[in-house]
């Protein structure tokens, strides 16, 4: 009885911190814009079913797919024993779900050899991320010190999680073997691992006590760190790709209030609509061209920063990053996460993310002046994007980076006029000649003159 009470008091206070953390994130994504994802429900159904539930993309690198397909399929069929490790503390029970007969079998036997092979793909995913050198995608100026030793942690965690699931398993099974008694189940792994566990049936319970605890505990543990890790993704990419874009990709958004503006230019009829207005009826400031901050953001432009795995696959790819140019897709999603965690809530139970200066550990103190464009993200960085699609297309959980550089480079045309000077020579002519040439509307075609002419003249002249 003591044991029930004691493990309802760690369920409830598990799951109430992690909900207090997740009511955070939910408020950090609701400052950005907001906009119109209603609708589309059959084919965000089979995006969600295909990308999020079946890891579609992971499979254009077919290794990593393979180790992370070990891993997820892992920690979904697990979550049946964690289940039913719930259902015992809650009631005093051991192995709730034995009534399940051949298909608890069945499950135990799949848990047992899962997560034999999760500690095997643990250990290739360390050595991919640790080797001398690590993979390209794995390095970077923007993985400073918190994200890799976050990887890192997570990789460390699974294994302690793992390791205990079979002290609890050997030491249930040796246990039952010493009294004559068949443990319900079936355990591949745990009977090769029996003659290692001592014989002394005090000691087999305090393990077997040990590692399901240790198991149970744990599982708490990583679910409140979720939060504070780039893990948080196993959890935000499912409404991440159901969020995501439909539309073709390289289609780029309008800005409605200069769309209005050319249609009454165009159609001395059309009428413009009316301003938004507060809820009380009075005129609200009007908002700015494209994205200063992260409130000037989408609000799913914000949930996709939460979905981020930070793998890297984006800029591995990204044109601009591979000729030398500052320019990382990965760099400006885990931006837009940092900032909007700097400048509202942090839902974290640490804040590894609020250094600006992440060596020094000196903490950013100027927020009120503090933005996500040129204090985390700079104009040379937004200006090397060539619109390409390569990092909208590459990434695993269709999270779109090039939407948020559009939007910052919006912001530094149409409001600072701060566009290169190549771009402003393109404005002026198209200003003043009606095409991006420096050259005057009546010559446009002199090319097409000049061609004709050549053409009429004798096979002989032209040679």
């Known amino acids: 009885m003591l044991q029930s009470i004691l493990f309802l008091l760690l369920l409830v206070a598990a799951f109430g911190l992690f909900a207090w953390q997740v009511r955070k994130i939910r408020a950090n994504i609701l400052v950005g ?10 084919e965000r159904f089979q995006k969600t079913l295909l990308v999020a539930f079946g890891q579609q993309k992971m499979f254009k690198r077919l290794t990593p797919a393979l180790l992370h397909l070990i891993v997820y399929v892992g920690f979904l069929v697990i979550n049946v024993e964690v289940l039913e490790i719930v259902v015992d503390g809650l009631f005093g029970t051991h192995r709730f779900l034995k009534f399940l007969g051949p298909v608890y079998d069945g499950l135990m036997a799949t848990n047992e050899i899962l997560a034999a092979l999760v500690l095997v793909a643990v250990a290739a995913f360390w050595w991919r991320r640790n080797s ?6 794995f390095s970077g100026p923007e993985l400073r010190l918190w994200p890799k030793l976050d990887a890192n942690i997570i990789l460390y965690v699974e294994v302690v999680l793992m390791m205990a699931l079979f002290f609890m398993n050997t030491a249930d099974l040796k246990l039952h073997q010493m009294e004559g008694q068949d443990l319900p189940g079936t355990f591949p792994v745990s009977n090769l691992l029996v003659g290692l566990l001592p014989t002394n049936v005090a000691t087999l319970e305090v393990l077997e006590r040990t590692g399901w605890w240790a198991h149970i505990i744990g599982i708490f543990l990583f679910l409140n760190y979720l939060p504070s890790s780039k893990h948080f993704h196993i959890i935000m990419a499912f409404p991440g790709v159901w969020y995501s874009r439909l539309v073709p990709q390289g289609q780029f958004s309008n800005v409605e209030s200069i769309t209005n503006e050319v249609k009454a230019m165009m159609d001395p009829s059309f009428v413009v609509p009316p301003a938004p207005t507060a809820a009380d009826g009075s005129a609200l400031a009007p908002a700015p061209f494209g994205a200063k901050d992260v409130e000037d953001l989408p609000w799913t432009n914000l949930l996709a920063a939460y979905s981020c795995t930070e793998c890297g696959r984006c800029t591995s790819v990204c044109p601009a990053n591979l000729t030398g140019k500052l320019l990382s897709p990965r760099k400006i999603i885990m931006d837009t996460r940092d900032r909007v965690e700097e400048k509202y809530n942090s839902p974290l139970i640490f804040q590894p993310n609020v250094y600006g200066a992440e060596a020094k550990h000196e903490p950013i103190t100027d927020l009120a002046n503090a933005t996500l464009l040129r204090g985390k993200v700079t104009p040379e960085e937004l200006w090397a994007c060539t619109t390409c699609n390569a ?73």
Do not use: Y
């Not at 001398?132 to 995608?137: I, T």
């Not at 006029?417 to 509307?441: C, K, Q, R």
């Open 132 to 137: 001398n050198p690590p993979l390209k995608r």
């Open 391 to 463: 990092c909208v297309e590459s990434c695993p959980v269709n999270i779109n980076p090039l939407e948020s550089i559009i939007e910052m480079r919006r912001f530094l045309v149409l409001e600072e006029s701060a566009a290169p000077n190549s771009l402003n020579v393109m404005f002026s002519n198209i200003e003043n000649n009606g095409a991006p040439w420096a050259f005057s509307p009546s010559d446009r075609f002199n090319w097409a003159d000049e061609l004709f002419a050549t053409e009429k003249q004798p096979a002989a002249v032209v040679a």
């Open 33 to 42: 814009r907001d906009r119109d994802m209603s609708g589309n429900v059959a």
